[in-house]
């Protein structure tokens, strides 16, 4: 039997389950919770105190899942007596199951459309709500949970800088998604080379480089011939280490707005992780030492998205 893992914030308590909930425990599988009934708050509460993020569900009951997931999205995102907190959870959540299901299994139809959907319902939280930015990247993430962190970090402030360069809708939606799936190369490089993603760009070495090159080849190769992937969220995955000095793996230096908005905000969401800075001294950092990279009135935007959203306070 082939299990699936899935986050316990797209699990609501109170809703009927229509899946078998299993833990990963000593090595085996069990099951927690039956479907039919829905998990009650005391159960939800304790498991969420316990800190027992992962849950995995069967095969067959994938498709139960995913109808389960659009329905809690849509649930969840049109109402309006949802605090802004309860939403952020739940598009946490589901951009987490979708980018670990990526990771797991890049080349999945259903796990891309996952993240497409995922992608959707991080757009409109963030569109319909100023705090939601703030309080994405107020959530702390444990070190397992870093790439998939640092994706939805992308993700939402990628979709903020492309909007204030005045990207279209489509535009928008493929922007989200490729900032979800973007790193999925760095989980198939092996454990030691996975390291450089916490890696201060500027001290690589050129074997370092070369390396760490190799997570958007990967990337490719697991999502190319696939029919359900976008065409152009495939060109923001392949593009979105390049910048404008043609220091990225591909050499390329002519950038299209959405190659470039996704390049920069990957590059500060990577240096803010791995140095531990503030917004406000990676963005002065990174006028310096990205200046010939990006564009300059790009950096000043993105500075002013920074701003705009108290992300700088
Ligand atoms: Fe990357
Ligand atoms: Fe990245």
């Not at 489509?170 to 760095?186: K, P, S």
Request: include cysteine; aromatic fraction near 8%.
């Amino acid at each position: 039997m082939a299990y699936t893992p899935l986050r316990i914030s797209t699990v609501k308590p109170n809703r009927d389950l229509t899946f078998d909930l299993y833990i990963f425990f000593k090595e085996t599988y069990l099951k927690y919770h039956d479907k039919g009934a829905g998990l009650d708050e005391e159960k939800y509460g304790k498991l969420r105190k316990q800190k027992i993020a992962k849950f995995y569900i069967t095969e067959d009951d994938e498709p139960h899942y995913q109808a389960f997931l659009d329905k809690l999205l849509e649930d969840t995102m049109s109402d309006p007596n949802v605090s802004v907190d309860e939403k952020v959870n739940v598009v946490d959540g589901a951009c987490s199951t979708a980018i670990e299901r990526m990771q797991e299994d890049p080349e999945s139809e259903q796990s891309y459309k996952m993240t497409n959907k995922a992608a959707k319902s991080l757009r409109q939280v963030v569109e319909q709500n100023p705090e939601a930015l703030k309080k994405i990247f107020g959530k702390k993430a444990s070190e397992a949970d870093l790439i998939i962190k640092h994706s939805l970090n992308v993700s939402a402030l990628s979709l903020k800088l492309a909007q204030k360069m005045k990207c279209n809708d489509e535009q928008l939606d493929n922007i989200a998604t490729a900032g979800l799936i973007h790193d999925v190369g760095i989980t198939r490089l092996n454990k030691q080379d996975q390291e450089l993603f916490k890696k201060e760009k500027s001290k690589y070495t050129s074997d370092d480089k070369r390396i760490y090159g190799l997570h958007v080849k990967d990337a490719v190769q697991a999502l190319k011939d696939k029919p359900w992937v976008n065409a152009e969220v495939m060109e923001l995955v392949i593009n979105h280490e390049e910048t404008l000095s043609g220091s990225g793996p591909n050499k390329k230096k002519k950038l299209s707005v959405s190659e470039m908005v996704l390049s920069l905000v990957n590059t500060y969401d990577k240096y803010v992780l791995t140095t531990g800075c503030t917004p406000g001294e990676a963005i002065k950092d990174m006028m310096i030492n990205e200046l010939g990279n990006y564009e300059l009135d790009l950096i000043n935007k993105f500075k002013e998205v920074l701003k705009a959203e108290g992300l700088l306070d």
